[in-house]
Every structure is written in C-alpha cells, then in structure tokens.
C-alpha cells in the first residue's frame, strides 16, 4: 500500500542528546514536511523539502535539522539545542498543491 | 503574518443535528483549503479540499469557500458521535500551507 511511514511511535531523549526521526513515502511526492504539535494545538511548520537535496526552514526551524538526499526520505533530526522537544512529530507529503498525506506521527518525550 | 483562524469552539450538538465549522484565512493569495479531522493522540486525515467560490459536497459534508471574505467553512449534517474530533482548517499558497489551530467538535447521543 503506497502511504507514509514515520518511526518510531514513540521516542524518548535523554538530556543533551541528539535524535532522529524517520520518515520514508512511496507515494512518489516530490515536497515532503515536518509539523509539530503540543497538546491542544494546531500544526507548526519546521521543515520543507520541495526537491532533493533541497529544503526550506519553516516557522520554528531552531533545534532542528533535516536531510533529502532520497524522494522518498526525509529524516529530522532534534538536537540537544532543542529546549523543549516534547511534543507530537507529523511528517507529511504532497504533489503540487493536493493535499498533504500524514505519517502516524512520533511521539518524543524527554527522560 | 499569514494566519488561519478557526473558531476556538468547543462545539458541541446533538446526534443528527448539523455541525458548522469556520475558518478565516489573513493571506489573499492562497489557492487551495484543505478540511482535516484529527482523533485524540493520531495524525490528521483529510476530510475536504476545495479551490474555487462555492459549495463542493462530499457524502454529508459540505465545504464552502467565499475569497473575497476570505472564509471557508464545514458543514457535517447528520451529525454522529463517531464525528467527534478536533477539526483543522489549512490554506495553501506556493509551497506554504498553514494550520488552523482546530476546532474540537463534540457530537452527544
């Protein structure tokens, strides 16, 4: 089934660690996102990929960083500059302006 | 600023009844509206989208966009309690889409 795969579930980071979440599609979408959500909220902009090798901070960028060296790949990483990384982590997909496809989220938490 | 506004609700009707969601959006050149329900603790999925003035229909919703009062909204008639979630207006514009904070809707047996 063609769809959006985000791991793990569930993460936690331990003070002053960097880690990774993933996120792979083979919807074959070139633009790829990051949101993150805190409790009763709407979605925040972190990262976007239009291309390979190619992406765009969004509105709270700072703490984060990405890659896209593969269409179908786009991982995040939150680092230890992250203050406040405990929060729900949405990967998205899209073609043009269709609608974007969400990953079943991760969820990060701090030990 | 570009800004998507919802009505911060709770909202809340009765089984059969019709739920009315609204959105209202600050940046003139977005193209396209996008209607996502989110259950508690999962990821949104999309429920609408529509890219011109009108009412577009879907099973028992109903998107409607006015531009020149840069409004959209929701309507889910026949309200069921397997409808209550937290309902998220987004607008697209060149690349950037943007996230209402949602509107979480109730539906009472």
């Known amino acids: 089934d063609g769809g959006i795969t985000q791991s793990p579930k569930y993460l936690f980071r331990k003070e002053g660690q960097n880690v990774t979440l993933s996120c792979e599609q083979n919807?074959?979408?070139?633009?790829m996102y990051w949101y993150r959500q805190d409790p009763g909220q709407g979605l925040r902009l972190i990262y976007y990929?239009?291309?390979?090798?190619?992406?765009q901070k969004g509105d709270i960028a700072e703490g984060y960083s990405v890659s896209r060296e593969k269409k179908e790949s786009f991982p995040l990483t939150v680092t230890s500059a992250q203050k406040n990384p405990t929060a729900f982590y949405l990967c998205?997909?899209?073609?043009?302006?269709?609608?974007?496809?969400f990953g079943d989220g991760t969820r990060l938490s701090i030990l | 600023q570009k800004e998507v506004e919802q009505n911060s609700g709770p909202l809340s009707v009765p089984e059969g009844a019709i739920a009315s969601l609204n959105c209202t959006y600050s940046d003139r050149g977005s193209q396209s509206f996008f209607w996502y329900r989110q259950y508690s603790g999962k990821s949104p999925e999309l429920i609408m989208f529509?890219?011109?003035?009108g009412d577009k229909e879907d099973g028992r919703f109903t998107a409607q966009l006015n531009k020149a009062s840069q409004y959209v909204s929701l309507l889910i008639r026949d309200s069921q309690p397997s409808d209550s979630a937290t309902y998220l207006c987004a607008g697209y514009n060149n690349n950037d889409m943007r996230f209402g904070a949602g509107t979480r809707l109730t539906v009472k047996p």
């Open positions: 529509i890219y011109s003035n």
């Open positions: 990929s239009q291309i390979v090798n190619d992406f």
């Open positions: 919807l074959n979408h070139d633009a």
């Open positions: 998205a997909s899209s073609f043009g302006n269709q609608p974007q496809h």
